[in-house]
C-alpha cells in the first residue's frame, strides 16, 4: 500500500512561501522525524546554514522516500524551482559540461530544496564572485576504520596548536560521521591545485607531531587501519563535503555540528541531531558567526610546500587530474 504522507502545508519563510508536499513522510526513521521536521529544523538554524552556503556552488544529496530509500546526488538544480532560486553556472573541464548548481541567498533557497527532498547540502570552497579562486581552506580529519572518536580528538588539538602557531582562527565542526572537520577563510587569491598543496603541507606538519597516529599514504587501502588521515583532496576543485548545519541522510538524523575548541574533548557527534541542534542554536548561537572575519593568507603554508617539494619531492601527492 502507498505510503499516505498527508495534504501540503505552506511555510512562511521570511518574505517568502515555499509549499511542502508529503510533509509527514517519514525520512529519519530512528526517531520519527519527517520531511516537514527537516524544513523547521533548517528554518531554525537559518542563519547559520545560510552562512556556510552563502553564494556557494552547492551539489545537493536528495532522498525521495527518505533516507533509508533511494539517494540521489545532484549537482544540477532540480526542475521547477522558483524564480527567486538563486543558481550559479560552473564548469566540468572533464567533461566539458555545464551545471547551474543551487547558490543559497536566503533561508528559503534551503526550504524550497528540503521539498525537493534535499536533506545534505554539500557546497564548494568558492564562492559565484569567482568560482575557480577557493575562499575556505578545508581541514577534515578522517579516521580510517580502527581508530577512534578519541584519536580524532588528539589529532584535532595538534590541528589547533599548528594553527595558532600560524596565526590562522580555526573554525571546528563535527563531521555528521566520525570525523571532525576544521574550516579556515582564506583569501580568493590562489587556485584549488595551490589551496591543495597548502594544505598537504599543514597536513605534514600534523603527521610530524601526531608520529603514527597519521598516516598520509596516498591509497585508503594502503594506510594503518588505526590511523587518522588528514584529507587534504577535500580541497580540489568540484570536491565537497557537508556544510555546517547539513543533516546527514542516516536514520537518527545527525548534524555536522559547529563546536568551540573547548568542546573538542567531549563533544559527542551522536548527540548532535535536528532534535538537540536548534535547541543548542537558540543558547550559543551560530558559532561560526565569526567566520568572515577571521581571513589567513596562505603565503606561509605554500613556502612550507615548497619546501617539502623539494626536500622529498617522493612524498608529494599525484595530481588529481593524472588519476
Not at 46 to 62: K, N, S, T
Not at 196 to 223: C, I, N, P, Q, S
Not at 238 to 249: L, P, Q
Request: with cysteine; proline share 7%; charged share 30%.
Amino acid at each position: 500500500m502507498a505510503e499516505r504522507a498527508g495534504p501540503a502545508v505552506e511555510l512562511e519563510v521570511g518574505d517568502r512561501t515555499v509549499r511542502i508536499s508529503n510533509p509527514d513522510r517519514v525520512y529519519f526513521p530512528a526517531r520519527g522525524e519527517t520531511k516537514l521536521d527537516l524544513a523547521k529544523y533548517y528554518i531554525a538554524v537559518g542563519d547559520g546554514i545560510v552562512r556556510a552556503l552563502r553564494d556557494r556552488p552547492c551539489m545537493l544529496h536528495r532522498f525521495p522516500t527518505g533516507v533509508t530509500g533511494e539517494k540521489v546526488h545532484q549537482k544540477r538544480l532540480p526542475r521547477g524551482a522558483p524564480d527567486w532560486v538563486p543558481t550559479v553556472r560552473v564548469h566540468f573541464p572533464r567533461y566539458n559540461r555545464h551545471a547551474d548548481e543551487l547558490c543559497v541567498a536566503h533561508v528559503a533557497d534551503v526550504v524550497w530544496a528540503v521539498q525537493m527532498s534535499t536533506v545534505e547540502f554539500h557546497p564548494w570552497n568558492s564562492r559565484a564572485a569567482d568560482t575557480e579562486k577557493p575562499d575556505e581552506w578545508r581541514i577534515d580529519l578522517d579516521p580510517m576504520p580502527d581508530a577512534t572518536f578519541d584519536d580524532v580528538r588528539r589529532v584535532a588539538a595538534i590541528a589547533h596548536e599548528v594553527l595558532d602557531e600560524l596565526g590562522a582562527t580555526g573554525w571546528p565542526k563535527t563531521s555528521g560521521g566520525s570525523g571532525m572537520h576544521v574550516y579556515v577563510r582564506i583569501e580568493p587569491r590562489w587556485g584549488f591545485s595551490d589551496v591543495r598543496r597548502a594544505a598537504h603541507a599543514f597536513a605534514r606538519e600534523v603527521g610530524r607531531r601526531a608520529g603514527d597516529l597519521v598516516d598520509l599514504t596516498w591509497w585508503r587501502k594502503d594506510r594503518d587501519p588505526a590511523s587518522i588521515f588528514v584529507d587534504y583532496n577535500q580541497n580540489a576543485r568540484d570536491h565537497t563535503i557537508r556544510s555546517a548545519y547539513s543533516v546527514r541522510g542516516v536514520p537518527e538524523a545527525v548534524v555536522s555540528t559547529p563546536i568551540r575548541w573547548d568542546e573538542v574533548a567531549d563533544v559527542d557527534p551522536r548527540d548532535c541531531t535536528i532534535a538537540t541542534v536548534p535547541a543548542r542554536v537558540a543558547e550559543l548561537g551560530d558559532l561560526h558567526a565569526g567566520i568572515d572575519d577571521a581571513v589567513f593568507v596562505l603565503d606561509e603554508l605554500l613556502e612550507w610546500a615548497d619546501r617539502d617539494a623539494r626536500d622529498t619531492p617522493d612524498e608529494e601527492p599525484p595530481d588529481l587530474d593524472d588519476l
